[in-house]
């Protein structure tokens, strides 16, 4: 009678025929490019972007966004050399289409976001509005340049309103509730502009959105320069297994390893790391049937 097989071998074997197919990371998301710290799902990314930054789909393309406790906001550009993105909030006013302002725009103080290069214009206050002292003077004539458009109708107010119901609120500073409370300041709307082009004076041809800078601890600095720049350079994206939120490389071939992804990621000093990961991260791409096939070749063989 041969002998019973090893325990390792049966528990290797117990893996490759119960883990089930899970959520696999990818670097795009719709037209936009998803890197490190950002990531489409969780276990992708940054473990602390990933309560606030999500790819969703509306059943035809999909889109990155920011939630926050005021609502979910579309990111329409990411720059990851300055670390910086842009918003466009559903509830801005632009010189094409102005509304009232339904909900505040707000961001969550424990995120990792602060405004940056964003001027904000209030709309349809009451006045005296210029009189406080959250207005600058200095930039008045961005409220009678945006009050030549048309859309202003659409705030209940005539065409060609008088400027004093019209705020340039700089510096931008969130109530304590991290939000742009328009009913305190007894305002109707705000347009928010991150460029006036060159042409300051023409609201048709400022760029529209709210920027923001993003930020990670030193820690996590370290991560990018040793191991996340190491892991995207050989194709890999970077995420995280738990628990411990440790760093891990996700793969294309299917198998997640905490180095990179040359040479398949397969050698002696991997394999450990990557059996690891891929049995305790479930919110990790799992290992192709190739995958296992290859890892358990090579322990079987050094098993007998």
Same mark, same amino acid.
């Given at each position: 009678m041969a002998p019973p097989p090893p325990p390792m071998l049966l528990f290797l074997l117990f893996i490759s025929s119960t883990? %089930?197919?899970?959520? @696999?990371c990818r670097d795009t998301c719709g037209s936009t490019q998803v890197k490190y710290p950002f990531g489409?799902?969780? +276990?992708? &990314?940054?473990?602390?972007?990933t309560p606030y930054i999500s790819c969703t789909s509306n059943g035809t393309s999909d889109q990155l966004t920011l939630k926050t406790h005021t609502a979910?906001?579309?990111? *329409?550009?990411i720059s990851y050399p300055t670390s910086t993105l842009s918003l466009t909030p559903p509830t801005m006013s632009t010189c094409i289409s102005m509304h *009232?302002?339904?909900?505040?725009?707000?961001l969550d103080w424990a995120a990792p976001f602060q405004i940056t290069s964003t001027t904000?214009?209030?709309? #349809?206050?009451?006045?005296?509005?210029? %009189?406080?002292?959250? !207005?600058?003077? #200095?930039?008045?004539?961005?409220?009678?340049?945006?009050? @030549? !458009?048309?859309?202003?109708?659409?705030? +209940?107010?005539?065409?060609?309103? #008088? %400027?004093? *119901? !019209?705020?340039?609120?700089?510096?931008?500073?969130?109530? &304590?509730? +991290?939000?742009?409370?328009?009913? %305190?300041?007894? !305002?109707? &709307?705000y347009a928010s502009v991150v460029s006036l082009g060159d042409t300051p004076t023409d609201p048709?041809?400022?760029?529209? +959105?709210?920027?923001?800078?993003?930020?990670y601890g030193a820690l996590e600095s370290n991560y990018v320069t040793s191991k996340c720049n190491t892991c995207e350079y050989s194709g890999g994206i970077c995420g995280y297994a738990t628990p411990g939120d440790a760093f891990v490389c996700v793969c294309k071939g299917g198998y997640n390893t905490s180095l990179d992804c040359s040479n398949n990621g397969f050698n002696q000093n991997q394999l450990q790391d990557y059996?690891?990961?891929?049995?305790?991260?479930? @919110?990790?791409?799992?290992?192709?049937g190739y995958g296992w096939s290859f890892i358990l070749a090579g322990i079987v063989s050094s098993l007998f």
């Open positions: 883990v %089930a197919a899970t959520i @696999t489409t799902g969780p +276990g992708c &990314g940054s473990p602390h972007f979910s906001y579309p990111i *329409t550009s *009232t302002s339904q909900s505040n725009f707000g904000f214009i209030l709309l #349809s206050c009451q006045p005296p509005i210029k %009189a406080t002292p959250i !207005c600058d003077p #200095s930039l008045d004539y961005l409220c009678a340049s945006i009050y @030549t !458009c048309p859309s202003v109708v659409s705030l +209940g107010m005539p065409l060609f309103p #008088s %400027a004093n *119901t !019209c705020c340039v609120y700089s510096p931008a500073n969130l109530d &304590g509730k +991290g939000e742009l409370d328009l009913k %305190a300041m007894k !305002c109707g &709307g048709t041809h400022w760029v529209y +959105g709210v920027n923001l800078k993003f930020s059996l690891w990961d891929s049995y305790s991260s479930p @919110t990790m791409s799992t290992p192709s």
